[in-house]
């Protein structure tokens, strides 16, 4: 079934420019997906939110896609290595993303392979599956934004009908975060509860009394997992091993996490933080 394509309010430049991407990408034969805003609209009527387009691609697209992307006259960069990639037109612009920024969400074969098709601005394309939505945004918990009311709305929607095994999985050893937002969910929406499966919580439930029985003997801290900032401090002056850390069960190389502090921090010059 065909999701049902919200109506873009965009100016006809916004509209040729966003055309033009995904027609290059169709014809390159690149798989990409929607996601961000636009899909998150599609998914529960919440609109109002679409200023850009968020498109997945595998990592082994990036450069193709950038490469053809400068070929039509577009601005294209690596944003960040590991895992987003961006294409300007003047004001406007386009997201390529293939990771999340704390390494955890890569875009793999099954994000294609349980993807929603849909119409947009008369093409077909697909968009990102929900259960990889809510995945990638329970995990952003920054100062200036934070998705947890788009998990819980995604929830509240699609529950009754998600995949919560394959979405379990997802999440790994990072199960207690889907298990906080599953909390936070029955306290935001305490006469929906049946969207979430009870054995869904009750395997939850089930692993934290060992997990919190579990003795840790380095000092992680896994906030930096959740907010690239709000947890630097315990980093820098508290001296915890950064949990995105490869050497601490993370993503990430020490070098990755150095690139995206300092662009945190240039980010934040900018915004004059």
Same mark, same amino acid.
């Given at each position: 079934?065909?999701?049902?394509? #919200?109506?873009?309010?965009?100016?006809?430049?916004?509209?040729?420019?966003?055309?033009?991407?995904?027609?290059?990408?169709?014809?390159?034969?690149?798989?990409?997906?929607?996601?961000?805003?636009?899909?998150?609209?599609?998914?529960?009527?919440?609109?109002?939110?679409?200023?850009?387009?968020?498109?997945?691609?595998?990592?082994?697209?990036?450069?193709?896609?950038?490469?053809?992307?400068?070929?039509?006259?577009?601005?294209?960069?690596?944003?960040?290595?590991?895992?987003?990639?961006?294409?300007?037109? $003047?004001?406007?612009? +386009?997201?390529?993303?293939?990771?999340? $920024?704390?390494?955890?969400?890569?875009?793999?074969?099954?994000?294609?392979?349980?993807?929603? #098709?849909?119409? +947009?601005?008369?093409?077909?394309? *697909? /968009?990102? #599956?929900?259960?990889?939505?809510?995945?990638?945004?329970?995990?952003?918990?920054?100062?200036?934004?934070?998705?947890?009311?788009? +998990?819980?709305?995604?929830? !509240?929607?699609?529950?009754?009908?998600?995949?919560?095994?394959? /979405?379990?999985?997802?999440?790994?050893?990072?199960?207690? +975060?889907?298990?906080?937002?599953?909390?936070?969910?029955?306290?935001?929406?305490?006469?929906?509860?049946? &969207?979430?499966?009870?054995?869904?919580?009750?395997?939850?439930?089930?692993?934290?009394?060992?997990?919190?029985?579990?003795?840790?003997? =380095?000092?992680?801290?896994?906030?930096?997992?959740?907010?690239? =900032? *709000?947890?630097?401090?315990?980093?820098?002056?508290?001296?915890?091993?950064?949990?995105?850390?490869?050497?601490?069960?993370?993503?990430?190389?020490?070098? =990755?996490?150095?690139?995206?502090?300092? &662009?945190?921090?240039?980010?934040?010059?900018? !915004?004059?933080?």
């Amino acid at each position: 079934m065909v999701a049902q394509a #919200p109506a873009l309010d965009l100016s006809p430049d916004t509209a040729a420019f966003y055309g033009d991407v995904m027609e290059a990408l169709l014809a390159a034969k690149i798989e990409f997906l929607l996601g961000g805003a636009y899909a998150f609209e599609v998914y529960t009527d919440i609109g109002g939110r679409t200023k850009d387009l968020d498109m997945f691609i595998r990592e082994r697209d990036v450069r193709r896609t950038l490469s053809g992307m400068r070929r039509r006259g577009y601005e294209a960069e690596v944003h960040s290595p590991h895992w987003i990639g961006k294409v300007h037109d $003047g004001e406007h612009y +386009v997201d390529f993303i293939y990771n999340s $920024g704390n390494g955890i969400c890569p875009v793999d074969d099954g994000w294609f392979e349980h993807a929603r #098709p849909s119409e +947009v601005l008369g093409l077909q394309v *697909q /968009l990102a #599956p929900i259960e990889e939505m809510i995945w990638q945004k329970s995990f952003i918990q920054e100062r200036e934004r934070y998705d947890g009311a788009d +998990v819980a709305h995604l929830i !509240r929607v699609h529950g009754r009908t998600l995949d919560w095994d394959r /979405l379990i999985a997802r999440f790994d050893r990072h199960w207690p +975060v889907l298990l906080a937002h599953l909390v936070l969910y029955d306290y935001i929406y305490p006469s929906e509860r049946d &969207r979430i499966p009870a054995s869904v919580l009750s395997d939850l439930t089930d692993r934290l009394a060992p997990h919190l029985r579990q003795s840790i003997e =380095q000092r992680i801290c896994n906030g930096t997992v959740l907010s690239r =900032q *709000q947890y630097l401090p315990d980093i820098e002056l508290l001296g915890f091993m950064d949990g995105r850390l490869l050497s601490a069960g993370g993503q990430l190389t020490e070098e =990755q996490v150095a690139f995206e502090t300092k &662009r945190l921090r240039k980010e934040q010059a900018g !915004r004059g933080h």
